[in-house]
């Protein structure tokens, strides 16, 4: 059974910056697909982050540009880089896994949001 633990998550200011990290065990297979979603009370998961099996990554549009996901050789460390964070970033988030899935002739990774296998996720807190 695959497992997701993440850390890094606390409490900052608004402007400052955070780092997320994931370790993912049980997985021997490195064509894997691994992103970060996230979810405040009373609402849905929210994408934020995803970098697929090729190496390409995908960011939400209210992250773009703040933040940075990055994954070590081994492919089963994932980061996110958080900067200039906003009290809107307040949120737990989710570090995410799961496997390219076929579509006619090409492959591709499902939403972070949609993943099989999600970690207990850490709060990042972001305050005025």
């Known amino acids: 059974q695959v497992q997701l633990e993440e850390s890094g998550g606390g409490s900052v200011q608004a402007g400052g910056s955070l780092r997320l990290s994931c370790v993912a065990s049980r997985v021997t297979d490195k064509q894997i697909c691994m992103g970060w979603f996230r979810q405040t009370p009373g609402k849905g998961r929210e994408g934020v982050a995803s970098?697929?099996?090729?190496?390409?990554?995908v960011y939400t549009d209210s992250v773009k540009g703040r933040f940075t996901i990055s994954q070590s050789d081994s492919k089963y460390t994932l980061y996110l880089q958080m900067n200039s964070l906003k009290v809107e970033d307040t949120a737990t988030y989710y570090c995410?896994?799961?496997?390219?899935?076929?579509?006619?002739?090409?492959?591709?990774?499902?939403?972070?949001?949609?993943?099989?296998?999600w970690g207990q996720g850490t709060q990042v807190t972001v305050s005025s």
């Open positions: 970098i697929d099996h090729r190496g390409n990554t």
């Open positions: 995410a896994l799961d496997w390219p899935r076929r579509h006619g002739s090409t492959w591709s990774c499902p939403p972070p949001a949609e993943s099989g296998y």
